[in-house]
């Protein structure tokens, strides 16, 4: 049944894995999707005020450590007219990016509202920088076309992102591409082994911490968190970046996983793993190769998102047949480890 439910091309997928049961924390919740469930649409950007919040904090000017820009709340919310904290941080950013496409007209968002100017992204999105044009533009295709949908039928932003590929040009796709393609991967995520987290609360996906105390038993998640919440949150600061608590142990079983396949040695003899080694395709060092996307340094969410989406079948584009015999028999457990452990291999940021 579970086999005959993943459809074409998974071979002999063991029913186990296709059981694997959805890491919701790294969908941005913390209980499954009941039947029926679907994403609530996300309502197109405005300047309007906010009658639940006091309008003078929504209007005054903000500002952030080492620019000379200033935003109020109105124009940081404005996700069609996208600010720009640091434009010497990146190439300007073009129509697509900073407004989105004009043939949505008010519901146009730019790439930047969601990816960042700088392409660093957030863990309930997508970091874009650095990513080779031919696998971006195929990702865009995929999108458009229905081949690469979220497990999770709550998430909001993956049918966003299919309405916003579907509405673009030939043209704008390649302009993005090679915007953020253009750009390096840089650390932006600080990978911590721990058995204890803060508490936290989730809002638009996101894990927000309640206190700096770690007080909660991790208990086998990855929880990706902003560095500092008024950054991230409040001011969509693109330098601010975020920091992911790990279970104790991780990183070094991610690391066996991630080199080796998961292939030990018994009484002389190599066996193989459960996995594929990734450098092959990856890359030596993961930054990518070919169009083959990078993954070192990536948000450890996105990346055991994307490994459970590739599982499940639910992306299924051309490429992606390649990854089938890599994720078939991982677990939820090993998605962490390797999680983990990828994100980690970015030097860590410098200490604040
Ligand atoms: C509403 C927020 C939002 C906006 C605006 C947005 N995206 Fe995305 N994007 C996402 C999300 C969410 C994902 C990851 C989907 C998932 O995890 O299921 C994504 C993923 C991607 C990916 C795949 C990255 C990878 O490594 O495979 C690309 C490429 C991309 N977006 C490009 C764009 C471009 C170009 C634009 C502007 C036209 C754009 N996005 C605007 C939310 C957004
Ligand atoms: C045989 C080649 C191959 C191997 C080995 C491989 N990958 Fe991949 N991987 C790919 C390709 C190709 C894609 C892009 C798929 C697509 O275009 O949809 C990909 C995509 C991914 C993605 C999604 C990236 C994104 O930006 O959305 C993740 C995460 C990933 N691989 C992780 C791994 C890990 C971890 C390993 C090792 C355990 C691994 N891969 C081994 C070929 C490979």
Redesign the pocket.
Known sequence: MLLAALGSGWGDTPARAAGEPEPLWAYGFSTPPAPGDKAVP?SPPSRALRPNEDPVEQTRLRRVAGSSAMYSRVDIRD?GNVIDWFPGDHPPMPQ??AH??PSLGNAA???????LPTGK?RP?????AG?PVA??IR??ED?RDGL???SDPR????P??ML??KA?TAA??RT??DY?GAMKWTPWTRVVETDLVPKTRIEGNLFLTLSSARTEPIAGRIIETPEDPEQSEVLRNPRSGFVAYVPVGSIKRGEHLVTTGGMSVVEGKIVPGKTVACGTCHGPDLMGLADV?GIAG?SPS?LV??MY?LQQGKRRGASSPLMQPVVANLTGEDFVAIAAYVTSLAPSLPAK
Do not use: W
Not at 124 to 128: G, I, M, R
Not at 155 to 158: L, V
């Open positions: 996300q996700l697509i990016i989105g496409s968002r730019g790439c930047a509202s969601c990816h992204g309930e999105n997508a970091s874009v990513l696998y971006f990702q865009m999108f690469r949908v979220s998430k909001p932003n993956t966003m992102m916003l590929a673009m704008e796709m993005a591409a953020f996307p990536r996105y998102r994307q989406d």
